[in-house]
């Protein structure tokens, strides 16, 4: 059975946070490269948008999590520990935050993107035109990059679609240019 398909299956064809039943797909909690029905849900645009993008972030539409952060599955509380640590400042999802419990390595993997991080402590990481670049986003690079244990060279013009962040290291992403795997340094790729 597909992924999508058990994901649907569990969550009854709709977002397994907010309840919406339109523009559903699979998410894949990043960091987590792979999809596996432990490190993945079933959610809506809005969701997937605002989870993706801070700056569309609707404090109300996250009321939601105050049902979905029970939920038995890791992935569903994971995005939902994420999108309260986020929206803390005002006042209720902090609340929230207060009465979920995870054990260690689960509260690990929900702190690997930085959420939930002071502000003046969070790593920023920023293209050559000091654009902030978020997990997920795509980026193309601006000059040829030989890639190091390998004959690979990454040609200017490549685009490098659903990046990871360090989060050790404000000028290191990763992704993928064709098969493989690579590691960048953000001053040689401008956000798309």
Known sequence: MSLERELKKRSDSKCELCTNDE???????????????????????????????????????WRCLNDSMWSEHQAVQVIAWRMLSRLRKDGWPQDLLDMMYFEEDILEFAKATGEGEDDTDKIVHRDVN??????????????????????????????VRRISLDHENAE????????????????????L
């Open 23 to 61: 523009n559903l797909q699979v998410y894949v909690v990043p960091p987590s490269k792979t999809e596996s029905l432990d490190k993945a849900l079933m959610a809506c645009g809005t969701c997937v948008d605002q989870i993706e993008n801070p700056d569309n972030t609707d404090a109300n539409h």
């Open 172 to 191: 290191f992403i990763e992704g993928k240019v064709g098969p493989t795997q690579i590691v960048i340094i953000t001053k040689y790729v401008k956000k």
């Open 130 to 159: 000091g654009v902030i670049l978020q997990t997920g986003d795509s980026v193309v690079l601006i000059k040829d990059l030989k890639v190091k244990g390998s004959s690979l060279v990454a040609k200017q013009g490549t685009a």
